[in-house]
Structure formats: C-alpha cells, structure tokens
C-alpha cells in the first residue's frame, strides 16, 4: 500500500498568511494526486486533482505543485474561511489511500 | 451539478449487517465509478470501496473484503453497500462520491454526498 505523509500536522496562521503544506507519498504516484479541504460537521471537498488543477469553482489562492512522491498545497492568501483541515490522496492505485491531514487553525 | 444523498446508517450491534444506499442525481450515473469512503470520529477519510461505470469492476480495502459488497442499479442511479458482521471499528460516516476520472485511471472523488453514520455497539 502506498502511505500518504502530511506535514505539519497543524499550521497557526492568521488572515492573509501564505501557508504551505506538504505530502509525501512511500512511493511514485506520477501526478496522481488530489487535495481536499474538511470543514467540521462536513464531507471533503475536493480542491486539486492530477497534482495541480484547480476543481471547478475553487478560488485561484489555491495551487499544487509536485511529481513523483512529493507535492506542495499552497494557500496564496489566507482567507477566514480557508481554516479547515486539508487531505491529500494518492489517485494512482487501489488501495486509494490519504494523508494524515493537516489543519489550518487560527 | 452532481447531487449526491446517503442512507441507511444507524446503530448496530457487533456482528450485525446494514445495507446503505446512496441516491445520485446531476450527472450520467451510469458512466461514472462510484465509491465509499469512510470516516471514523476524529480520524481521516478512508477509502472502503469503488466499483466502475460500464463493467461493474469493484476494489476492497483489504479490512472490509469478505464483509463488504458494493453493488449499483444503474436504472434507479443508486449506489449501494453491503456491510455484514460489524465490528466496532467499523463506526464511522460512510460518505459515498463519484469518481469521473476513473476510466483515465484517476481515482480521485470529486463530488461526496453528506453522509450516513454507522454505529457499531452493544
């Protein structure tokens, strides 16, 4: 199975903060890898597919980037509503498999 | 836009069974993979199930092989799961989503409905 390591586990951040966050993968998943965002009391989100493509309807402050085993969520400028926790998953082979998370809290 | 509503959780004693639905509307069901993931509280997503479009080739998590069994009715847009002998670990919201880019050999899930909790205990 392919392991999926988040870090940080959490980021303090304040509005308008750029924040990063990073997944590595136990081994090559090419650019096959997504991003989602999880609000409390809610489903994820999908954010990112194939590494860096934004989902429709996604705010262009979100970007990915990365190949291989290791890929950057990038959050350009903190909004109020961007605390949430973030998932990355691995969309290469089954079994289909998430990050840790991370979550970003004020 | 795809629509996507869960049903049929609820508490269940060890070694139960439940069958949960999942009812989709906003898109072509029939051409798109569809999957279970779940959620334990507090814990991250975790992927249970996928079954494709057209051929109805289905993928298990190796701790739900054997107990599982993903199914669909392409005729009513419904996605259903099987889950026989619970086990306490197995508490969690199962959410189901589609998968469009599952015939490229992407599996992500781009759309999740809202939930439905299965609760192991005695």
């Known amino acids: 199975d392919i392991q999926m390591t988040q870090s940080p586990s959490f980021v303090s951040a304040s509005v308008g903060d750029r924040v990063t966050i990073t997944c590595r993968a136990s081994q090559d998943v090419g650019n096959w890898l997504a991003w989602y965002q999880q609000k409390p009391g809610k489903a994820p989100k999908l954010l990112i597919y194939?590494?860096?493509s934004l989902q429709s309807g996604v705010p262009s402050r979100f970007s990915g980037s990365g190949y291989g085993t290791d890929f950057t969520l990038t959050i350009s400028s903190l909004q109020s509503e961007d605390f949430a926790t973030y998932y990355c998953q691995q969309a290469n082979s089954f079994p289909l498999t998430f990050g840790g998370g991370t979550k970003v809290e004020i | 836009e795809a629509q996507l509503e869960e049903s049929g959780g609820g508490m269940v004693q060890p070694g139960g069974s439940l069958r949960l639905s999942c009812r989709a509307s906003g898109f072509t069901f029939s051409n798109s993979a569809m999957s279970w993931v779940r959620q334990a509280p507090g814990k991250g997503p975790e992927w249970v199930s996928s079954i494709s479009g057209i051929f109805t080739h289905t993928y298990y998590a190796d701790s739900v092989n054997g107990r599982f069994t993903i199914s669909r009715d392409n005729s009513q847009n419904t996605l259903h799961l099987q889950i026989n002998n619970l086990r306490a670990e197995d508490t969690a919201m199962y959410y189901c989503?589609?998968?469009?880019?599952?015939?490229?050999?992407?599996?992500?899930?781009?759309?999740w409905g809202q939930g439905t909790l299965v609760t192991v205990s005695s």
């Open positions: 194939a590494t860096s």
């Open positions: 989503a589609n998968q469009p880019r599952f015939t490229s050999g992407y599996y992500d899930f781009e759309s």
